[in-house]
Every structure is written in C-alpha cells, then in structure tokens.
C-alpha cells in the first residue's frame, strides 16, 4: 500500500474510538492483573500468568488492527459470505476436534493456545448480514428477505447452542437492534419485551397472573385503535369466550396435561374461524390482537414445560437465583452473591489498587473472565465504576454517530450491528455481576481476560472503523 494511502487512512481514522478502544483495554489489562495478582509473581509482563498472557494477546491485537486498517475495504464486502461459511465451517469441525472446557465444547487448542470460534462468528454474522441487507433490491419486511436474514443468524445460534455454550448464542439475538434501524417494525421489539414479562410472570406466579396481565393490555389496545364500539364488543365476547372455556377447563376440572394440550390444540383450531369472522366483518385487526394475545396466553402456559425440560439445571439454577425463586447463596447463586458483596464492599471510592480483599482471597471465581467488573467495583468504587459505565456508553453512542454518517448502507448495517453486540455483552455482564440478569458466561469487552474475546471485539470495532475511514471517498 502506498504512503499516501496510509496517510489518508490514518488522517480519517477516528481517533476518539481508537482512544476509547485503548484506555478501555489497559484498563482491561490492569484489572486482570488485580483480579489474579500473585506476590510471588508480581511483574505485570510475566507470561507465566494470566496478566502476562493476556500482554501477549493485546499485542496479537494491536497486530491485527495494523492487518485490518491496511487491507481494502472492497475486500470486507467481497469476501463477506465466505468469511461466513469459513466459520461456519469451524463451528461444524470445533463439534468433533474440539476440547471441552466448562462443560462447553467450544474451543480449539493449538500449541496450548486455546481459540473460540462462537466469538468470531459474531463478526462473520454481522458482515454476511450487512452484505445481504445492504442489496437495493432487498426490503427487510419482504417475506424471503426476512427468513433468509433469520436463518443467517439462526445458523450460527444453533451450532453455538450444540457446543452447550448458551451464553453466547443468547447474544445473537441482540441483532434484532440493528434490524430495528433497518426497517423492523417497533411492535416486534414491544412484543420481545412482552415475552420476556410473561415468561417472568410464568415463572415466579400463578397462571391466571400473566394471563390477565395479557388481557388487559390486549383490551386497552383494541379500545385504542377501534373506531366503533360494536368492534370492541365483538372482540371482547370472543376473546372472552375462548379463554373462558381455558380456564374453566384447566380449574374446574382435573385434567391431564396431555388433555389441556389438546384443548389448546383446538383453540389454536379455531383460528381460521376467526380469520374468515375478521374479514367478513373487516376487522382484521382485531383479528391481529386476538391471535397475538392468544398465543401469549398458550406461551406463558407452556413455559413451565420448556422451562423444565429444555434448560440444564445449573441453567435453572441460576435463573431461579435472579427471580428470587430459590435463593441460594452457598449453591447456585454463590458467584453472584460473592460478586455483589465484593461490589458493595467498595464503597465511594473503593479500596485501591490491588487491595480487594474478596480478589485476594479468591471469593468470585472466574473474576478474571466473567466476573471482571467486581473487581473494578471493590477497588475502584462507584466512581471507579461509574467511570467504566461512562466510557462504554461514549463508545457505544460514538458507534451511533459513526453508523449514521456512513454513505454506504453495507457500512451503516455492520456499524449497527457493532453497537448491537457491545451493548448486549456490556449490559448483561455488568448486570450478572450485580444480580439483575442470570449468569450467562459472556464476557465484559476489553476487559475479560481471553485472546479469543479480545480479538474478535478488536476485529469487529476495527473492520467497522476501516470502513468509516473509507466514506469520504464514496460519492452518496
């Protein structure tokens, strides 16, 4: 590459990123350090440690930033698909070839060199996704455009769930952030929250809870959209009607599960009914409101099924933990528990560097991974961790502006899709540590010890900088 071309990389370059980017990872590194300090092995350069390995993978990364900021932006686009089906492919092989670690089979080891490819595969979605979406001719509400977008994600989520790594295909589901911006409606994200309230609901109270909470949301709706009163009327005797026969079936008398399945068999049945009413009397969407609030009404009642059968228990362990449903602080919820109390034992100010006591003693483990934040929150304190909040929020909002000055949609969907994959990670692993999500096992970007982690949030952040880098010589 010529010089003039370097200089004009490094001229367009977005140094408030790249200075967010590097103060984010010394502190990551410093924290590791904290996290697994040994006096007998006090240098922060020996290799023999964590904090010394993980010098090793910061290096490796700026490497790679060196490698990503050089190659033609063209080649991102190009080479996007078969970058997905590479790791794809890796995904497939990591199946059978594969060591296991924490009951995860999801790595590769080379010359004791450990590689996951479910995090890179974050980086290989997003681009395969912003090639598909960037296409003119595609409009994301089109029926074959929106399956083939979901498969796209599904694939890689699928392959994640077979390696028994749950946390990080959860994170996939983040994406739908960046297909909110492109064109997904809104009343998909309300009906993602509804589902996260009811299986909350299904979980930790009576049946009848969630389904009138459903009722009543589903009934000031239709009253807010209706223009006459007879439409509320119609489907609100119908609507009662059905759940009526459901629940005097399911309470007044005593029947097998296998029997209430099949009464929900027959409402779901009586749908196309429904549908013939709703353009007989040109109310479809009442129509709309009905078949979505009786299929919430039939999800909150199968939770408990799924719930029981398709989750590890260590998984419904630490669930139960979060909802309050089985407080164990010696068991499953020890992580958290411990975590919250190194947290709040930090006070204003925290106790100093390398003073923690919960650190020093090993009361969190994995506090160097999963865990890093409590030891932000015991020796740095609420400033200290505030400050770390305040950073990541200016990267993710810096990511934001980024995105919405490109002048290529490939450019403006992967930039989404960054945010999506930060934002998702940063909450929910801040939110672990102090007891508002379930322990998921993903790591703190930055900060979590792990080359692996580290360069695939590095190359990710980096592809999307090189392309921000490029757009002032696109003509709009």
Not at 113 to 117: A, K, Y
Not at 127 to 139: E, F, G, I, V
Not at 394 to 397: F, P, T
């Given at each position: 590459m010529e010089k003039r071309q370097v200089s004009n990389?490094?001229?367009?370059?977005?140094?408030i990123t790249v200075g967010l980017y590097l103060l984010l990872v010394l502190m990551g590194w410093l924290n590791v350090y904290a996290a697994v300090y040994n006096e007998d092995y006090h240098s922060i350069f020996d290799i023999s440690q964590r904090y010394g390995k993980q010098m090793l993978w910061i290096l490796a990364a700026v490497l790679l930033i060196i490698i990503i900021l050089l190659i033609d932006v063209k080649i991102y686009v190009f080479f996007s698909y078969f970058i997905y089906g590479f790791v794809i492919l890796l995904l497939l092989l990591v199946l059978t070839l594969g060591v296991e670690v924490n009951a995860s089979k999801s790595w590769f080891e080379i010359a004791g060199?450990?590689?996951?490819?479910a995090e890179f595969s974050k980086v290989a979605t997003i681009?395969?996704?912003?090639?598909?979406?960037?296409?003119?001719?595609?409009?994301l509400l089109q029926l074959k455009t929106l399956l083939t977008t979901l498969i796209i994600i599904a694939i890689p989520m699928g392959l994640i769930l077979l390696q028994n790594d749950t946390g990080t295909a959860i994170v996939f589901v983040s994406l739908i952030f960046m297909l909110y911006r492109e064109g997904l409606p809104g009343w998909i994200l309300f009906l993602g929250f509804m589902a996260i309230v009811v299986s909350v609901l299904a979980l930790?109270?009576?049946f009848i809870v969630p389904m009138a909470v459903i009722v009543i949301i589903a009934l000031i709706y239709a009253y807010s959209i209706s223009k006459q009163k007879d439409d509320v009327k119609h489907f609100s005797l119908g609507f009662f009607t059905i759940i009526g026969i459901f629940v005097g079936i399911k309470y007044l008398f005593s029947l097998s599960i296998l029997l209430e399945w099949i009464v929900m068999g027959v409402i779901l049945a009586s749908l196309p009914l429904l549908v013939y009413y709703a353009f007989l009397k040109r109310g479809a969407k009442m129509l709309i409101i009905w078949v979505i609030s009786i299929s919430f009404i039939l999800f909150s009642y199968s939770i408990d099924y799924f719930y029981d059968n398709f989750l590890q228990p260590h998984q419904k362990d630490r669930i139960d933990h979060v909802l309050g449903i089985n407080f164990d602080p010696q068991g499953a919820g020890y992580n958290v528990h411990q975590?919250?109390?190194?947290?709040?034992?930090?006070?204003f100010w925290g106790k100093g560097f390398l003073q923690g006591t919960q650190t020093k003693f090993d009361f969190v483990p994995e506090q160097s991974t999963d865990f890093?934040?409590?030891?932000?929150?015991?020796?740095?304190?609420?400033?200290g961790s505030t400050t770390v909040i305040m950073l990541f929020l200016?990267?993710?909002?810096r990511i934001i502006i980024l995105a919405e000055r490109q002048r290529s949609h490939f450019s403006r969907i992967y930039g989404y899709g960054v945010f999506s994959i930060l934002f998702f990670h940063v909450a929910i692993n801040i939110g672990m540590t102090i007891g508002i999500t379930p322990v998921i096992g993903i790591p703190l970007p930055f900060f979590s010890y792990g080359g692996s982690s580290l360069w695939a949030f590095t190359i990710l952040?980096?592809?999307f900088l090189r392309l921000d880098a490029n757009r002032r010589f696109l003509v709009k």
């Open positions: 990389i490094l001229e367009s370059l977005d140094w060199i450990r590689i996951q490819p681009l395969a996704l912003a090639n598909y979406l960037s296409d003119p001719n595609r409009r930790t109270k009576p975590s919250k109390i190194a947290i709040g034992s930090g006070g890093i934040f409590c030891t932000i929150g015991e020796e740095w304190g609420f400033v200016a990267l993710l909002i952040l980096f592809i």
